[in-house]
């Protein structure tokens, strides 16, 4: 099992994308079987905002898995949101995508369940960290 063995998994869905929508990949996200499941599960979708204060899309991150919906982009999510998709992956690999960081309100001062919630999931493995990235 790709999260028991400490695997970091990033599932991301453009919310344009109506061959893949992104209902029915946070519904398969949400119906897998792993210990973080049932904190995974009670988690609301939260704002991603990028670096440049935009709001991006919603994420949700539990320990080694995070689901990110992506703001007007379809099927090809780094044709169609080309930065956005470079700051999803740098985050990604770097452990900041879906931390508190990226959770802020319109006003900036809106944090949710999701920073009380996520642990440091990120683990290394032993030859560098343990990474796995879909496009559901």
């Known amino acids: ?11 991301y869905n453009g919310d344009k994308d109506f061959i893949c929508n992104w209902l029915g990949g946070l519904a398969w996200v949400d119906a897998l079987e792993w210990k973080g499941g049932a904190t995974f ?12 204060g935009k709001r991006s899309g ?15 982009a379809g099927h090809m999510v780094p044709m169609d949101q080309p930065s ?16 508190s960081k990226d959770i802020s309100g319109a006003d900036g001062n ?6 009380q919630s996520v642990g ?12 796995a990235e879909v496009m559901s």
């Open 58 to 72: 919603e994420v949700k991150r539990v320990d080694n898995l995070t689901f990110l919906r992506v703001y007007n």
């Open 120 to 131: 440091d999931g990120y683990r290394e493995g032993k030859d560098g960290p343990r990474i």
């Open 41 to 52: 599960n009670s988690l609301e979708l939260t704002p991603w905002m990028t670096e440049d």
């Open 1 to 11: 099992d790709i999260l028991a063995n400490g695997v970091n998994l990033l599932v």
């Open 84 to 99: 956005v998709a470079l700051e999803m992956l740098s985050s990604f690999i770097d452990g900041t995508l879906g931390k």
């Open 110 to 115: 809106d944090k949710s369940n999701l920073e």
